[in-house]
């Protein structure tokens, strides 16, 4: 029997193919290979302008444009000694939810969902459940409305830079923003409601779950590297020691381990992580969609990402109310060239994201180092499709390589970030 | 039914293709007058063998583009490039410069076989005759419609030529030089509303040269302002390494 393949998967960002070796009803070998060319990032900011790299490594991702500028933000602070005001960091988590509304609503309604109910885009849709289709544009907008506000566009923000904000939006438009997100908190939880009905494999990862974690929020923008199953906690600055990354021949993406063994990041990860931090209404979307944290299967991190987006607008709406009564400034403080190096890291919709530079006395680049969510959890994937493929290879053909795919889409990968 | 519609991405962000389900309001009017024949990031299925439409981001960087787009300008009718990566190269093409084995060692290591048949990053435009372009880093998804419905409706589009300073003033933005700092709307092709600089942020050039710009009063207006012309050309390469340009 020759291999079995999926070219591009499809309803993925980026290229990538899945290959399996069956034999005689038997699963030999099965890997992800990541065809999505190279553009080196890593070697194109090096002598560059040190305020020139949060634009260009925006460019790796345009689905997570505002989390590669602001970790790249936040390792350029680091490296250059710069501290922002209270209400630069509270802004800039208004624009990590923005990129996780309109993230977890693509991934969620045109990404996903087809596979729940047996069609091959979100398209036909429009004409057998409108309403569903319109839920999902209205929250997809409401993150894109959230980026534009804050950032100046829904994809690549302008106004985010090293030291602060370039303009800031109007307060009145604010309020008004808070009061949408609070309108559309039904749309949030109809959401969780929608993917509790979508059954899920009975399935278990063997890898461990990095998230970053803190004692005041629900970190996505902050906090330090916790491991769930490892038990430990690091801050980012070390992440070059905890985080091995290996180069591969199928791949153009390299693969990571942390301990000696795979590990995933994301929504799932981060509710393990943090479950006790989420709003009252996500903890009760969480309990009501029968998840416990902590979830092992791979599946829930759908659902996971479901129960953000309930939290995301709670604690959106209460971000824009302490904005409007905190005062203080967001332009940005004045940076003082010098040479250093430093790192940094947020979570982005698909999990942990690190940055870090080195710039000489002039502010001039001269070396950075990128790993993504997704490079992340290529090695975890691959192991999760090696214990999953021999328990579905009996279904038919197609049915057989859609349930792989459903499992590489539950990792909602983003295969241009996992190469860059 | 409408116009049959391919979307195909080289290598890019998909920051313009994200933009293209951005159109919220408008998606599903869309969706109405064409035939979305193939969209990998959207919808299972194949590469059809006819089409009539085919929209391409991205940067050609392997030989597989090259001849994919090849086949893609001999089916389809009509080829819009989308995008900074499509249109002069963008941020992918700096990878061009200089030496690209080395930039292959720095991020991969020696002696790894990865990243097969990778070839000096480019342009679109630079591989194959478009037919339309929509420039920009991301696209504007205004100005996308425009080009579309003048696409559907068989009328040619022709982007602004002239440089990004008229439309600025028009804002009543103050000029970045007068505040000391660097600024590429001087150089560079407007029709997106100066957006960054009324945010508060310099041009960075994205859209690409203007036609129309007068380079040697731009080499004049950095020097006045303490810019060196190796500095202006540094800042002007971010976008544009695809092309030989000189001040």
């Avoid at chain 1, 345009?62 to 005001?85: Q, R």
């Avoid at chain 1, 053909?397 to 859609?402: C, K, Q, V």
């Avoid at chain 2, 982007?159 to 103050?174: I, L, Y």
Wanted: hydrophobic share 40%.
């Amino acid at each position: 029997m020759p291999l079995l393949t999926v070219e591009h998967v499809a309803r993925i960002e980026g290229h990538g193919t899945i290959t399996v070796d069956v034999h005689d009803g038997e699963v030999r070998d099965i890997s992800m290979d990541v065809v999505e060319p190279a553009r080196f990032f890593e070697s194109i900011v090096v002598g560059r302008r040190f305020d020139e790299a949060p634009l260009i490594t925006s460019r790796i991702c345009g689905i997570c444009s505002p989390n590669h500028a602001l970790t790249s933000i936040k390792a350029m602070e680091a490296a250059l000694g710069v501290d922002v005001s209270e209400r630069t960091r509270v802004m800039r988590k208004l624009l990590v939810y923005g990129s996780y509304l309109q993230n977890h609503a693509t991934h969620l309604y045109l990404f996903a969902a087809p596979d729940f109910v047996g069609l091959p885009s979100v398209f036909p849709l429009v004409e057998t459940h409108p309403e569903v289709v319109e839920r999902a544009l209205r929250i997809k907008k409401l993150g894109n409305d959230l980026t534009t506000l804050v950032g100046g566009r829904p994809v690549h923000p302008i106004t985010a830079v090293v030291g602060g904000f370039t303009s800031e939006p109007d307060p009145h438009v604010l309020e008004g923003f808070a009061e949408t997100l609070r309108e559309l908190a039904e749309d949030l939880t109809e959401t969780v409601g929608l993917f509790s009905t979508f059954e899920v494999p009975d399935f278990s990862t063997s890898g461990d779950m990095l998230a970053l974690s803190s004692e005041d929020d629900y970190a996505i923008y902050e906090g330090d590297v916790v491991a769930v199953d490892g038990g430990w906690r690091k801050p980012v600055s070390a992440y070059r020691d905890f985080i091995r990354e290996q180069v591969l021949t199928h791949s153009n993406a390299k693969h990571s381990m942390v301990d000696g063994r795979t590990f995933m990041v994301g929504a799932l990860p981060r509710v393990n992580a943090s479950s006790d931090s989420l709003t009252q209404q996500a903890k009760d979307a969480l309990r009501n969609a029968g998840v416990s944290a902590v979830s092992r299967n791979t599946f829930h991190n759908n659902m996971c990402q479901a129960v953000e987006l309930v939290d995301a607008a709670g604690r959106c709406a209460g971000y824009i109310d302490q904005l409007l009564e905190m005062g203080g400034s967001t332009a940005p403080v004045s940076v003082a060239v010098r040479a250093g190096e430093g790192a940094g890291a947020t979570e982005a919709p698909r999990g942990t994201l690190y940055h870090s530079y080195r710039v000489d006395d002039d502010g001039i680049i001269t070396a950075g180092d990128v790993i993504t969510p997704t490079a992340q959890n290529l090695a975890n994937l691959e192991a999760d499709m090696r214990v999953f493929a021999p328990t579905v290879v009996g279904l038919p053909r197609d049915e057989f390589l859609l349930s792989l795919e459903q499992l590489v889409r539950a990792y909602d990968p983003c295969l241009s970030c996992a190469v860059h | 039914m409408g116009a049959r519609v391919v979307v195909l991405g080289l290598a890019s962000d998909f920051g313009c293709q994200v933009q293209l389900t951005n159109i919220e309001d408008h998606l599903l009017d869309v969706l109405g007058l064409i035939d979305l024949s193939y969209w990998q990031l959207a919808s299972s299925g194949h590469m059809p063998d006819e089409y009539d439409v085919a929209l391409v981001e991205g940067a050609v960087t392997t030989d597989e583009h090259v001849e994919l787009l090849r086949k893609v300008r001999e089916t389809a009718a009509v080829v819009i490039a989308i995008g900074s990566c499509a249109v002069t190269g963008g941020i992918p093409a700096l990878a061009g410069t200089g030496d690209l084995e080395g930039r292959y060692e720095a991020v991969y290591g020696e002696g790894t076989d990865v990243a097969r048949g990778r070839t000096r990053p480019v342009a679109v435009t630079s591989v194959i005759e478009v037919d339309y372009i929509v420039p920009g880093c991301p696209i504007d998804t205004g100005e996308f419609l425009k080009v579309l419905s003048r696409v559907l409706g068989g009328l040619s589009d022709k982007p602004s030529e002239q440089p990004m300073c008229f439309a600025c003033k028009t804002r009543e933005n103050v000029c970045f030089f007068e505040k000391g700092e660097m600024c590429l709307g001087v150089v560079t092709r407007s029709g997106c509303h100066a957006r960054c600089i009324s945010l508060g942020r310099p041009c960075t050039g994205c859209r690409g040269i203007a036609p129309e710009a007068n380079l040697g009063a731009a080499r004049d207006v950095f020097e006045q302002h303490g810019f060196e012309t190796a500095r202006s050309l540094h800042a002007m390469n971010l976008y544009n390494t695809n092309e030989e340009v000189a001040l």
